[in-house]
């Protein structure tokens, strides 16, 4: 009974490919997030969404686009792939918008 | 500056030691003060949060905030192998309406309990 799932847990992948990243959240709450956590374990956040709208949107290359389809899903979208890209993604859900966020278990994503 | 300084360790200590682990922040609207536990290869999982100035206890963890000093720790009692983990704090300002809890978290510190 997972709570928060991400797919897939690894991608590997060459520069200027695209790729996305699948989050979802079976705990019924209504805000998602996308965190990126770097080589040095540094951990940012990148968007956040509530109830299918855009909350927050850190100063993020808009190479990188978050869609929410419904409540419970949040994916990421990756255009035009750079080295730098090259991280942890993972993926949150809080129950309203200043509750605790529980995390998924992360993608690590590669970019050769 | 960072908003949030952590020393990023390792940290090595012998089991049944008690360990403390800390954050200073520069930012005096932060209201809420959260450490994440993370296991290599995973996502973080919450284990402390507290609201404000004070202490809060569960078990062997104790967490302090002294928002005078712009400090918090995370004290860990009778430390135990299962311990050893990267240790992130992270903190967030009172945001009131709608506005959304942006979390601003520390570089972590890496623990080694050592059996």
Redesign the interface.
């Known amino acids: 009974d997972t709570a928060?799932s991400q797919t897939p847990k690894y991608l590997v992948t060459q520069m200027g490919n695209d790729k996305s990243i699948k989050c979802e959240q079976n705990l019924g709450h209504d805000?998602m997030y996308w965190y990126k956590q770097d080589s040095?374990?540094?951990?940012?956040?990148m968007f956040?969404y509530?109830n299918k709208e855009l909350?927050?949107n850190e100063t993020v290359p808009n190479r990188f686009s978050p869609k929410s389809p419904d409540k419970a899903h949040l994916n990421l979208h990756i255009n035009s792939l750079e080295l730098g890209d090259s991280a942890v993604y993972?993926c949150?859900s809080?129950q309203g918008?200043?509750?605790?966020?529980?995390?998924?278990?992360?993608t690590?994503l590669t970019v050769l | 500056q960072k908003e949030v300084e952590q020393d990023p360790g390792p940290l090595s200590v012998p089991e049944g030691a008690i360990v403390s682990l800390n954050c200073t922040y520069s930012n005096s609207a932060f209201q809420y003060f959260m450490w994440y536990r993370q296991y290599s290869r995973k996502g973080p999982e919450l284990l402390m949060y507290t609201y404000s100035s004070g202490n809060k206890e569960d078990g062997r963890f104790t967490a302090q905030v002294d928002k005078s000093s712009k400090y918090i720790s995370l004290f860990i009692r009778d430390s135990q192998p299962s311990d050893s983990a990267t240790y992130l704090c992270a903190m967030s300002e009172w945001m009131g309406g709608g506005a959304t809890n942006k979390l601003i978290f520390g570089t972590g510190t890496l623990l080694a309990v050592q059996p």
């Open positions: 928060v805000t040095k374990k540094f951990l940012k956040i956040s509530n909350i927050i993972f949150a809080s918008q200043t509750d605790t966020q529980y995390f998924g278990p992360g690590r």
